[in-house]
């Protein structure tokens, strides 16, 4: 069964960096779009970014110019490298695996598309 672990979460200072990674266990991401979301208290889950299984990327407006996300299939994982940190990107930040051959969707997190989550990694930033 296909898990994903995050990591890479922290306190950061505004206009700081973080780089999050997003692990498969028990199997691996081929044919497979993989996503970033975050959730703040209080709001819904939102789709900050995606990368396609032949590696095209798709960004939220909020974040684009300062995360860049990638993918190393040959180690399972996917990053997300964020930079110019902003306040407002303090979130709990889930990654999630496609359901097989499905496009990247940062609309919605419906289980239709996103058949598989991680438990999470806080990003918070603050002065």
């Known amino acids: 069964q296909l898990q994903l672990v995050e990591s890479g979460g922290a306190l950061v200072q505004p206009g700081g960096s973080l780089r999050l990674s997003c692990a498969a266990v028990?199997?691996?991401?081929?044919?497979?779009?993989i996503a970033w979301f975050r959730q703040a208290p209080g709001k819904e889950r939102e789709g900050v970014s995606c990368?396609?299984?032949?590696?095209?990327?798709y960004y939220t407006d909020s974040v684009k110019g300062r995360f860049t996300i990638s993918r190393d299939d040959a180690k399972d994982t996917v990053y997300l490298q964020m930079n110019s940190l902003k306040p407002e990107d303090t979130a709990v930040y889930y990654c999630?695996?496609?359901?097989?051959?499905?496009?990247?969707?940062?609309?919605?997190?419906?289980?239709?598309?996103?058949?598989?989550w991680g438990q999470g990694t806080q990003v918070t930033v603050s002065s």
């Open positions: 990368i396609s299984r032949s590696e095209i990327t």
């Open positions: 999630g695996a496609g359901r097989l051959f499905r496009q990247c969707e940062l609309g919605t997190a419906s289980d239709d598309i996103y058949g598989y």
């Open positions: 028990g199997g691996n991401l081929d044919n497979r779009a």
